[in-house]
């Protein structure tokens, strides 16, 4: 690693650090930059998990209106994030990558069409929430499979989750999605730092680039319409889709 590559990865976290939180595509920056910096696939996603944990925590102590109320949520749901996100790295770990490679596009296009015709959520109704239902329990840890194992445009799919499961605006369920992303992150790369082939010295620069983007994007969410917001989700993880779908089926 030169000088020049650690300031174009803190560079790259701050930019992806943001998008993570305002439209959960972070992968989009990062993954591409790892790998254009020389790293096999394998390290670049396992790098780029490791890192993204610290926009997880930047999201979250920049969440703090959005996540006021919500902790027993958290617990609740985190405790079935961890869970998936810790299948995933194990699969990750003990299989080839090319099988989830393969299913990556499909599942995010999926998602973000769902994303995108669904109602935007505009109050709070609690007597609305779905989150103690077996079938969205099993989406939402079948997602953080998703998310420990691969992980890009994860977020896209949690939101195609939550948005239907919690009723509330857009925002809240916004940082409860950027919270339990960095829980699946997290879980995902004490397995990767045991396991893994990291590259840590591309983890130090990344990883202070997503905590100043995780710090940020909330506070760009808050001024951004819910509506719009969703429909910018949507047609990034569509555009993200045929990105790596074109990469997986040429």
């Known amino acids: 690693m030169t000088v020049a590559d650690l300031f174009v990865l803190a560079a790259a976290g701050i930019a992806a650090g ?9 992968s989009l920056v990062s993954y591409p930059v790892l790998l254009a910096l020389g790293l096999p696939p394998l390290t670049a996603n396992v790098t780029n998990t490791v890192s993204l944990c610290f926009t997880g925590v930047g999201a979250a102590a920049g969440s703090r209106p959005e996540l006021a109320g919500q902790g027993a949520r958290l617990r609740r749901l985190g405790l079935v994030v961890a869970l998936g996100g810790a299948t995933g790295a194990a699969i990750l770990l003990l299989t080839p990558a090319r099988t989830f490679e393969v299913a990556a596009p499909v599942l995010i296009g999926g998602a973000s069409l769902v994303l995108l015709v669904q109602p935007t959520p505009g109050g709070t109704d609690p007597g609305a929430s ?13 997602v953080a499979v998703y998310v420990g194992y691969f992980g890009a445009a994860g977020g896209i799919l949690l939101l195609a989750v939550l948005v239907p499961m919690l ?20 879980v995902a790369a004490i397995g990767f730092a045991a396991f893994g082939p990291v590259r840590w010295a591309a983890v130090l620069p990344l990883g202070a680039g997503f905590l100043i983007g995780g710090l940020i994007g909330p506070a760009l969410v808050r001024r951004i319409p819910g509506r719009l917001l969703q429909v910018v989700i949507a047609l990034g993880g569509i555009g993200l889709a045929v990105k790596l779908g074109l990469s997986a089926y040429h």
């Open 18 to 26: 943001i998008v993570s939180t305002v439209a959960a595509l972070a």
């Open 130 to 142: 779905r989150e103690g239902s077996w079938p969205r329990l099993i989406s939402l840890f079948l």
């Open 167 to 186: 009723s509330q605006p857009l925002a809240r369920t916004n940082a409860v999605k950027n919270v339990l992303t960095g829980v699946a992150n997290g």
